[in-house]
């Protein structure tokens, strides 16, 4: 009985052996895998690694760009003041367009008319006495040049020479001071004309009206504010850009500029200027950016807000995700799956904006790449047999085993 009983203990424990042996056997078969020309191969059944995810690439277009938000401003302004202490005779509405060279403001120039007749008067005085001191030193020079032919034919003495030398000498000085006093006339007549002409303040450029802060009838002491005048046939927009995207920002790059009071149009717009200093604005370095467009058709006005977008780079190709491409030093990669083969081809790729790329050659429409795991860690599988032989330098890809136990991730080549 006990010799029996033993016997029937030992053969289900050899059946169980048999049957362990044939599982390994056939896990070890079903999780196998091999090189072909160097490139990594799916399992034999034909079948994809678990947790192998693609993309397939497909023609579009990458945009990178820089967002900041901005205010309105009119292209070109102007804030007119006061030159002289005055009283305001007219001035231009709020809101109203005028021409270059048209009136903006008038002020009282009756005082200033009295100046500028006063001025031509001692002009016209002084050119007077020039002309009669002009003919006093030719007459000296004339009755200089006598006595020295009477002096050379002894019939006078040269005293009398010498006193007509000192008569031109006196008039020649005449003459010099007779000039300077005529051009001081002149300077008290240009300065006159233009006090006058300061009466009238005028556009100096094709514009509108923005504010008035004076009205007819107001004295304004010299200086004072008087009215802003501006563009907004353009708009200009200045935004703050922090330091880590000012580099890639460059006077002539497109801007798109958007508002809700736009709806779905949007303007074009290019920047202009980059400020060459930064300004700490809430602790943060950020860069003065100016942009300018064209008009808005009056949908946007100067002080109201908008969002701007700077385009730093744009390509258009094939596109895939970011997370695709492997960059060695300056080459780039990526690992296209073709059937059972993964291969790793170079590419040249262009514009990147952190989630996809544009690759300009080296892949086409349609092909599928391999993506890395979102975590940078192989995904766990649920065996993980080591095969008998695998050659050296190699990954060991860990394949799932329908029915097998839990198993860890896959290790590294030994």
């Known amino acids: 009985m006990n010799k029996q009983s033993r016997s029937r203990t030992k053969r289900p424990r050899r059946l169980r052996l048999f049957i362990l042996l044939a599982l390994v056997l056939g896990v070890t078969a079903l999780g196998g895998w ?15 690694e678990p947790g192998l995810e693609t993309a397939e690439a497909g023609e579009g277009t990458v945009s990178v ?18 030159p002289n202490g005055s009283i305001v005779v007219s001035v231009a509405g709020e809101g109203e367009m005028v021409t270059a060279g048209a009136p903006l403001v008038r002020f009282d120039d009756t005082g200033l008319e009295r100046q500028e007749s ?68 002149r300077v008290t007549l240009d300065t006159a004309i233009q006090a006058r002409a300061d009466a009238v303040l005028r556009a100096p450029f094709d514009g509108t009206v923005l504010s008035v802060s004076v009205s007819a009838g107001d004295w304004v002491g010299q200086n004072a504010t008087l009215l802003t005048f501006g563009d907004v046939s353009r708009l200009r927009f200045r935004a703050e850009v922090d330091e880590y995207d000012i580099s890639r920002v460059e006077v002539g790059l497109p801007v798109t500029v958007r508002s809700d009071l736009l709806g779905e149009r949007s303007l074009t717009a290019t920047v202009e200027q980059v400020s060459p200093e930064a300004e700490m604005v809430n602790n943060i370095s950020v860069f ?13 006005k100067p002080g109201m807000r908008a969002d701007l977008s700077i385009q730093i780079a744009e390509d258009s190709g094939i596109v895939v995700p970011a997370r695709a491409v492997s960059t060695v030093r300056t080459r780039s990669y990526v690992d296209v799956v073709n059937g059972d083969e993964i291969e790793t081809r170079r590419v040249e790729i262009g514009a990147h904006d952190g989630v996809s790329v544009v690759v300009l050659s ?21 065996a993980s047999p080591a095969p008998t032989t695998a050659p050296t330098g190699t990954s060991i890809i860990p394949m799932s085993v329908p029915g097998g136990g839990g198993g860890g991730g896959g290790g590294g080549a030994r």
């Open 65 to 82: 760009r820089v967002d900041a938000t901005a205010v309105a401003e009119p292209y070109l302004s102007r804030t007119l003041r006061a």
């Open 288 to 300: 003065r950016v100016t942009v300018s467009s064209g008009s808005a058709g009056g949908a946007l």
């Open 362 to 382: 080296g892949l086409e429409a349609g092909e599928l790449v391999k993506l890395p795991s979102r975590s940078g860690v192989l995904p766990a599988a649920t």
């Open 34 to 48: 091999k090189l072909r020309n160097g490139s990594s191969t799916v399992a034999e059944n034909g079948q994809t």
């Open 118 to 185: 006063l001025a031509r008067i001692a002009l016209r005085e002084a050119e007077l006495n020039l002309e009669r001191v002009t003919d006093a030193l030719k007459r000296a020079v004339r009755a200089l040049s006598d006595r020295q032919e009477l002096a050379a034919a002894g019939a006078i003495s040269g005293d009398q020479v010498t006193a007509a030398q000192e008569q031109v000498t006196a008039a020649d000085f005449a003459l010099r001071s007779a000039e300077l006093t005529a051009e001081r006339a």
